[in-house]
């Protein structure tokens, strides 16, 4: 069978990454002589609207049926609303419904279900062959996910990928924590006989690194142990990409560089929708793109910036302090330690040696974090990390841990909106909207 690989743009505007899915593709199922991600899993951690998703469902998802095997897709942000642990029992569900209508071994237990008594209430392939009931896989009562994948491994005799987008939401609720490991149970069950060759192998994908690299690196987590990886960032192909499709109507000479498309690209983070907005504001403008791509790019960058610097120059000094502490200790993030306590108390001023923070006072800057500010994301076990890569990025970056130092050094008290605007805060905003300091 003549395979024809579609490097050609999607009807869908979409930039095709064949290459990279059919090499990750081959490693999810074994075939990489050296990277064997199915055995134990990958987990990939990129920022917001960089293209994970899409990167999911047009590209791999493809690739991976291309190679034979099955895929069960799930995106955990899909309904807010819903129990993440309920979506992926779902996700297994269909799939089963899904495959009790395909694959080699349906005739013959088709034929069985006929040969029993009605009465005898056999309803399904999978309950034929495996007594399996589809609707109640997942619920306590039910077959477990290990016996579900077990069965439909065998009955579809192919490997199966199970790809979890934004996988970080399972930990917010204990049913959610739980199925992660009853989906490591599920994949030692159909690994352990032939590691080599993984029957099922799980990606999972998520925006924020810190929480990403907790589900795989700490000893109590169900992944422990599963590769991490960057999710790999759209680059000077995809810029060249959009320039051809999107500025065909622009004369040759008035394009800008490819150099200096892919810098304004990287400056707006890699993200198609900001550098969408940019070259529209570029074109609009009417000068030369060269200048205005760079220029626009530029200041969605500090819009970016001033925004999240506002957000933290409204928090109280211990907030902040936090937050600082997040940045810097990454997964080894713990609130409650003495050493944590010493750094927010050192943070909000030394000079008054008598501030010291208590384990309430931590816990209620917290929560204000997560639950006023959405800045800090907690899982249903109580570990917390930085809602958003971007802002540890800010508060990794040498220029803003500058700022954020003067931020929480000394008391608020001690600092006037002169120190501010030396640093270059709020040079947008207007006296007026100084921020009011609570306590
Ligand atoms: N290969 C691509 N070609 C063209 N546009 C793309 C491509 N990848 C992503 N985009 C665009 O970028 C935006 C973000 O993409 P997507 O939703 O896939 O990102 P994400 O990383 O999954 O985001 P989120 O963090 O919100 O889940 C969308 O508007 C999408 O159409
Ligand atoms: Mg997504």
């Known amino acids: 069978m003549h395979i024809k690989l579609n490097n050609s743009p999607s009807p869908a505007g979409v930039f095709p990454r064949t290459v990279h899915a059919e090499q990750l593709a081959l490693r999810l199922l074994g075939r990489d002589s050296l990277f064997n991600y199915g055995r134990s899993g990958l987990f990939l951690a990129g920022p917001h609207r960089t293209g994970k998703s899409t ?178 960032a759209l680059d000077a192909s995809f810029v060249e990409f959009v320039l051809k499709t999107k500025l065909a109507h622009v004369r040759t000479e008035a394009l800008p560089a490819t150099v200096n498309a892919v810098k304004a690209f990287e400056l707006v983070g890699n993200r198609p929708e900001d550098f969408d907005l940019i070259l529209q504001q570029a074109i609009v403008s009417g000068s030369s793109m060269n200048v205005a791509l760079i220029e626009y790019a530029v200041r969605r960058r500090v819009e970016m910036l001033n925004e999240l610097k506002r957000q933290l120059a409204m928090l109280p000094p211990l907030q902040r302090a936090i937050l600082r502490r997040m940045a810097e200790e990454d997964v080894d993030f713990a609130p409650f330690t003495a050493a944590a306590l010493a750094y927010y108390a050192k943070c909000c001023g030394e000079s008054r040696a008598e501030k010291s923070f208590s384990n309430g006072d931590v816990q209620r800057a917290l929560d204000a974090l997560e639950s006023k500010h959405r800045l800090v994301w907690r899982s249903a076990r109580g570990a917390y990390a930085l809602d958003d890569q971007m802002i540890g990025e800010l508060l990794n970056d040498s220029h803003i841990a500058d700022e954020m130092r003067l931020l929480t050094t000394p008391t608020t008290e001690d600092l006037s909106a002169e120190d501010f605007k030396s640093h270059g805060f709020f040079n947008d905003v207007s006296d007026d909207d100084w921020p009011q300091w609570e306590g």
């Open 55 to 232: 990167f999911l469902k047009h590209d791999l998802v493809p690739q991976i049926e291309r190679l034979g095997a099955f895929v069960i897709y799930v995106d955990l942000w899909a309904k807010q609303a819903a129990d993440p642990a309920e979506l992926i029992a779902e996700a297994v569900r269909d799939a089963l419904r899904k495959a009790e209508t395909t694959g080699i071994r349906v005739s013959k237990a088709l034929q069985k279900i006929k040969k029993v008594n009605l009465k005898a209430k056999m309803k399904s392939v999978f309950e034929a062959e495996f007594g399996i009931e589809i609707d109640d896989v997942g619920t306590r009562e039910g077959a477990s996910l290990a016996q579900a994948f077990t069965a439909l491994n065998q009955h579809i005799q192919k490997p199966i990928v199970l790809i979890i987008d934004e996988v970080q939401h399972a930990l917010t609720t204990p049913d959610g924590a739980q199925m992660l490991f009853a989906l490591k149970a599920a994949r030692d069950a159909l690994n352990l006989k032939s590691p080599a060759i993984p029957q099922l192998a799980i990606l999972a994908t998520g925006s924020v690194r810190s929480k990403i690299a907790a589900l795989v690196l700490k000893k109590s987590e169900a992944f422990y142990g599963a590769a991490l990886a960057d999710f790999p």
